[in-house]
């Protein structure tokens, strides 16, 4: 399993990103997909997920109605639309998948700074 996010960086206040993640090594097809995110000193959370088909989603609370998950299981990517971005955003993101163990990405940086 191989997990390669991109299109973290710094963003000002009220600005959007789209974090990618490109996945192989599984039947990406078949598995749910998430997105978690890491601050300085705190614990890592789930930020959003979507289920195998892309018909369920589940967000923190923190992030409802401005970000949003997406999937091409065609091209076994997710995706991660990140709106109306706040400093508090500031994490390094990772991409998620549990194919029988909990497997991620290297991280890509966010950060929301003016």
């Known amino acids: 399993v191989q997990l390669v996010e991109s299109g973290g960086g710094l963003v000002q206040p009220g600005g959007s990103l789209r974090l990618s993640c490109a996945a192989s090594?599984?039947?990406?097809?078949?598995?749910?997909m998430s997105w978690y995110r890491q601050a300085p000193g705190k614990e890592r959370e789930l930020v959003a997920a979507m289920s195998a088909a892309g018909s369920t989603t589940n967000y923190a609370n923190s992030v409802k109605g401005r970000f949003t998950i997406s999937r091409d299981n065609a091209k076994k990517m997710v995706y991660l639309q990140m709106n109306s971005l706040k400093p508090e955003d500031t994490a390094v993101y990772y991409c998620s998948a549990w194919v029988s163990y909990r497997y991620w990405g290297q991280g890509t940086q966010v950060t929301v700074s003016p």
């Open positions: 090594g599984f039947s990406f097809s078949s598995y749910g």
